[in-house]
């Protein structure tokens, strides 16, 4: 078994809680929503979560804001983001987690989170990624096995030599998998468990340690 070289993470729902997207996504998207068209907030809230479902996150337009903020007619969405940014929270262990693992391994991101986002989920981590990878912006594609093809030519590092961990089995688990990659999925809820399965980051370097 090669060595692992490069450690790749998922972004929202991995380092960082889902809080922020949530206050943009269903707070002020809605907020924006009603004020423009004279609605109150809940009938706004419903009517956009139904174009959401509508989409469905198996297509790329759902992870883009801009799209959105087109369809729906709405102003400026840099704005909306401004306006949320304090909400970004990491999860409890993962300054540990990157300080320790970024001393043995090359650590990237890896997100389906477009370039609009990132700066924003990534405040005060920025320095622990060499390299941070947008697969919406950069590759105009969901998490598909070519894109992290791309990302490991990019990386300079065969598939066998780069580990991944992320919150959606289907795209940080079974889609790297059959790459070669070594990925992890990470279940915060505790409700699977198993040597692929972690329910914390801090579970992770034993694991690369093992082998």
Same mark, same amino acid.
């Given at each position: 078994m090669k060595r692992i070289a490069v450690v790749s993470f998922d972004l929202e729902g991995t380092l960082v809680t889902p809080a922020f997207s949530h206050?943009?996504?269903?707070?002020?998207?809605?907020?924006?929503? *009603?004020?423009?068209?004279?609605?109150?907030? *809940?009938?706004?809230? *419903?009517?956009?979560?139904?174009?959401?479902?509508?989409?469905?996150?198996?297509?790329?337009?759902?992870?883009?804001?801009?799209?959105w903020f087109q369809?729906?007619?709405?102003?400026?969405?840099?704005?909306?983001?401004?306006?949320? %940014?304090?909400?970004?929270?990491c999860y409890a262990e993962v300054p540990e987690v990157l300080e320790s693992l970024g001393r043995q391994y090359v650590l990237i991101v890896t997100s389906s989170s477009t370039r609009d986002f990132i700066p924003h989920l990534l405040d005060g981590m920025e320095h622990h990624f060499s390299r941070v990878f947008s697969s919406t912006s950069d590759c105009g594609?969901? %998490?598909?096995?070519?894109?992290?093809?791309?990302?490991?030519? %990019?990386?300079?590092?065969?598939?066998?030599?780069?580990?991944?961990?992320?919150?959606?089995?289907q795209f940080d688990f079974d889609v790297p998998s059959l790459l070669g990659i070594r990925a992890f999925h990470l279940d915060?809820?505790?409700?699977?468990?198993?040597?692929?399965?972690?329910?914390?980051?801090?579970?992770?370097?034993?694991?690369?340690?093992?082998?």
């Open positions: 206050a943009v996504w269903h707070e002020e998207m809605p907020r924006l929503y *009603a004020r423009k068209y004279g609605m109150g907030l *809940a009938e706004a809230r *419903a009517k956009i979560t139904g174009q959401y479902d509508e989409v469905g996150d198996q297509r790329m337009e759902w992870y883009d804001i801009a799209y369809r729906f007619g709405l102003a400026d969405h840099h704005e909306a983001l401004e306006r949320c %940014k304090g909400l970004v929270s594609q969901l %998490k598909t096995a070519a894109f992290y093809s791309d990302v490991c030519g %990019k990386m300079g590092t065969a598939p066998a030599e780069m580990a991944h961990v992320g919150d959606s089995r915060r809820a505790g409700g699977n468990s198993g040597g692929s399965t972690v329910s914390s980051l801090a579970q992770l370097g034993g694991l690369l340690r093992r082998g």
